[in-house]
Structure formats: C-alpha cells, structure tokens
C-alpha cells in the first residue's frame, strides 16, 4: 500500500478516536456514578438510537472484513456465514431478549439468580460470562493486530503487538471513564460509518455491473477458477466427513451462539420499558439485515473484480478483500478516488474493532463487579463499589485481552469468533432456556449447566488441530491433538443441555413454584421489570 493510503487512512482513524474520546471525556463529566448509569446507561436510549447500537455490536469486523473474504474465495460456502449470523439474530429476537429484559436487571446472572440460590448461580454464571467475552475479545485483538496493521502498512511483529496495545489502551480508557452511555454513543457512531460506507461500496458496485446481479455472480464464478461450483455448495467443507461435521459444529455455534453472548443480551437494558426494547429489536434487525445482504454482493464483488490470486496475495485468509475492492472501485492504487476510498474503508475497519471491543469489556466487567464480586466478598471486606470494581475490572480484562491477543496473533480470526460463539452457546443457552422455561429447574441444574458446557469447550479445544497436530495450529512442535474438529459445539453444546437435565433431575431441592411464577409473569408481561 502507498505512502498516501497509510497517511490519510490514519488521519481518518485519528478522527474517529478523537471524536469518541471527546465522547467519552463529555459523558464522564455528566454522570453521577450510579450502577445503573455505569451498567444501563441510565436506561435513556431511544429505541431507535439503542437498535443502531445493538447492529453496531453485531456488526464486527469479522463480518465486514473476514466473511467478506470468505466469499470471494469460497462463494456459496463463505455465504453460509452470513446465513449463519443473521438466522442468529432471529433466534436471539424470538426466543430470548425481551424475556431478558424483563427478567433482568444488570447481567445475564440476574435472570437466572431470579429463583435459584444466588450465589452458585452468580459465580457460575460470571465465571462462563467473563470467559466468552475475553475469547470474543480475543479474536478482535487478534484482528486489530493482523488486519489493519496490514491495512496501514506495519506488517513487522512489533508494528502489531502495539496496534493490539493501542486498542487494549483505548478500550479501557472508553469503559473505565464512560460506561454503558459512551460505550453506545460509540456504538453509534461506528454503525452509522459502517453502515455508510457498506451502501457506497454496493451502490458502486451495481454501478459496475449496470445493476445486474446475474453477470456479477457469473463473473466471480469465471475469475475464481471454480466454475458455476463456485455457486454451489461443497468447495470448502464438502472434502470429507471431518470438514462437514466441523461446519455442521461452527453452523450450530453460529446459531445458538449469539442468544448466549453477555455483551449482545445487556443491550437490551439500557431502554427504559420492554415495549421500546421491542421497537429497538424492529430497528436492529433491519440494519443487520440489510448490512448483511450488502456483505454478500460485497464478497462476491471482491471475486469478480479483484480475483482471488490478488487477494490471497495480499492476505492468504482473503481479510483484504472489502480494502481491495474498494480501491479498484474507486479507480485504481494510483488515483485520488482509489486512495480515498481504500482509507476510508481501512479506518471503518478500526473504528469497528475500537467499538466492538469497548462494548464486550464492558459487559465482561460487570459480569465481574455485579456477579463475581458481589458474591465472593465477605461482610469484613473493604466495602468498595461494584462500579469501582467494574472500572478496576476494566483493566484487568484489557491486559488479559491484550496478553492473549499478542500470543495468539497467529491464529486465524473465524477460529477465535468461532470458539467464543460455541462457548457461549455451550455454557451461557442452556442455563438462559432452562431458567426461562422449564417449572422444575433447580440450582444444581443451573450450576451444571454452565459448568457442563463450558468445561467440555475449552477441553474439547486444547485437544483440537487448532492448538496441536498441525502446522498452522498454536504450538505446530508438539501433537497432543485427540479431538478431530476445529469447534467443538456440535459436541460441547449438547453436553450443556444435558447436563442441566441431569443435575436438576439428580437434585434434593425442590422447585420453588412461587419463584417460577413469578418469573414466568414478569418474563412474559413485564410486570416488575426493572
């Protein structure tokens, strides 16, 4: 990339990280410490403002910039991550977040501390939080440091262990200082850039093709070097049954995922009644919607336009692509268009990590003050704030996330979403579903649950190609690889389930009807919600 790429790219970025300190240094100065300003954000959002806050979580730069480049390498098979993130959407929409909502207070804990014992419960259920939230932030580390010190130009090691640096510092800066309320203006601002940007990129694309989507998907077909199979399913996980049951495993992480995800579910607390979380869902769900649909003429664009060998050239993964495209788009690596339009695409891109990232410490950090501390303190402790702790927490998550994006810097994107999503769907859906409906669930049903599913993930991990056996896994020296599938939900997620059953069915307590009902009450009509 040239020298003019890289400096107006920064200069863009710079902006926005100007703009959302600025953000944050006004809110900082406005708030008056409460948990539930920190938590909730005082619970003031409009419907509309809190839906383009939840698209802006949703939207990652694992979607604008790696499901992206799946397509253009893979065609149907890349598509079936856009299918698999927005059919997660529906699930989240229809089976769990205005229950959420109801039921809740802070926390995905709340809901199920409701009618079980408390403490258990809470340090089960923020243990799994933190955990799926350090992975998926992970991943956006991991991200930061490989993709846009790519995108900049800085490719050396050292260029990507202080871009990973710089996100952490920021991140933390963001959630410390402003909380729930700065963390969604973000959210805002960043959604309304992607999702401009997304539109200019497609609306340039049709322009192209004079509008005709046939002749795209046909030429992506020619210059793949696939054919018509390119529109077929089968040209990245149809080789054996291995790689189809791996797929069929990240398909039902993809999908049960998302309903478990701690910092996608406290979106919803931050409206003031259940019936604006409902019209906030109606504005979300068509600005996924229509954002992944751009994704996929995006993706098959970056094939017909730019080709495959470009793109594995500039990033094997096929990360670059949206970049790409948008240079040639824009006229090529020498004009002024192309220069402009590659920057403003690689500062959306940052922009985007910088937002996603704030938005899961956050919810990492209050899974730890709200939940965690909350319930391990002891009455003679110094009695700190759980906003205080949330701040502290704040920091300590950064430098987690940082130590574990510079050691895993290698590894590849999808992988790490992936894993946080199987997580997720293994340890945090199975105690959310059975707490919501089902009349005998116990605490030792909620306990083993989270800990049925969590535990079997992470094993079922350190025993995968990802971590050993293979060259491209995490230590490529050594072979302790038992487990043949890189995701292991199709394994670990109904081991969730089952050991919620089991523990409920193996416990002495009895179901507190009373509790159930009034649960069910709240849950179903709002009545009592906070």
């Known amino acids: 990339m040239t020298g003019n790429h890289q400096t107006l790219a920064l200069l863009l970025f710079s902006g926005f990280v100007a703009v959302t300190l600025g953000i944050t240094t006004w809110v900082s100065r406005n708030r008056h410490g409460s948990a539930e300003e920190f938590y909730a954000g005082g619970r003031l959002f409009s419907p509309m403002e809190n839906g383009f806050a939840i698209a802006g979580d949703y939207m990652s730069a694992a979607s604008f910039l790696g499901v992206t480049g799946l397509i253009a390498l893979y065609g149907y098979d890349g598509m079936l991550y856009v299918v698999g993130f927005l059919v997660a959407w529906l699930v989240v929409l229809f089976l769990v977040a205005e229950l959420v909502r109801n039921c809740g207070r802070f926390t995905l804990a709340d809901v199920v501390a409701a009618r079980m014992s408390e403490r258990p419960v809470r340090i089960a259920a923020g243990t799994s939080s933190v955990t799926v939230s350090v992975l998926y932030l992970v991943a956006q580390m991991v991200g930061a440091g490989s993709l846009v010190s790519l995108l900049l130009g800085g490719t050396s090691p050292a260029a990507r262990a202080w871009t990973v640096i710089g996100v952490g510092a920021l991140m933390v800066i963001y959630v410390s200082l402003g909380g729930m309320r700065a963390t969604t203006w973000i959210q805002i601002v960043k959604a309304i850039l992607l999702l401009s940007t997304t539109v200019a990129l497609t609306v340039l694309v049709l322009l192209r093709f ?229 009349r005998g669930f116990t605490t030792r049903g909620a306990v083993w649950a989270v800990y049925g599913g969590l535990i079997p993930a992470l094993a079922l991990v350190l025993l995968s190609p990802v971590v050993s056996g293979s060259p491209d896994s995490l230590f490529p020296g050594v072979d302790f690889q038992f487990f043949p599938l890189q995701n292991p939900g199709l394994v670990s997620i109904p081991l969730g389930f089952l050991a919620g059953w089991l523990g409920t069915v193996t416990s002495p307590e009895v179901p507190d009807e009373a509790k159930h009902a009034e649960t069910e009450v709240r849950a179903l009509t709002g009545a009592g919600a906070v």
């Open 210 to 438: 004079h509008g005709n989507i046939d002749q795209l998907l046909l030429t992506a077909a020619d210059r793949s070097g696939h054919g018509l199979s390119f529109l077929a399913p089968g040209l990245k996980y149809g080789g054996d049954w291995t790689a189809r049951f791996d797929f069929m495993s990240l398909g039902l992480a993809l999908v049960l995922g998302t309903a478990g995800l701690p910092h996608i579910l406290s979106r919803f607390y931050t409206v003031p009644t259940a019936r604006a979380a409902r019209r906030s869902v109606v504005w979300s769900i068509g600005l996924v919607g229509g954002f992944y649909l751009m994704m996929i003429v995006l993706g098959f664009a970056a094939a017909a336009v730019v080709g495959p060998e470009a793109l594995k050239k500039s990033n094997a993964a096929g990360n670059t692509a949206v970049p790409l495209l948008a240079l040639d788009l824009g006229g090529g690596a020498n004009s002024t268009g192309g220069t402009v339009l590659f920057a403003i695409v690689a500062a959306v891109a940052f922009a985007t990590i910088l937002a996603v990232v704030a938005g899961i410490t956050l919810a990492s950090s209050a899974s730890v003050a709200h939940d965690l501390y909350a319930s391990l303190r002891r009455r003679r402790a110094k009695p700190y704030s759980e906003v205080a702790v949330a701040r502290t927490a704040a920091v300590g998550i950064g430098v987690i996330a940082i130590a574990l994006g510079l050691l895993a810097r290698d590894l590849n994107v999808a992988f790490l979403v992936g894993l946080a999503f199987a997580v997720a769907a293994s340890a945090n859906l199975p105690v959310l579903l059975y707490s919501l409906f089902w």
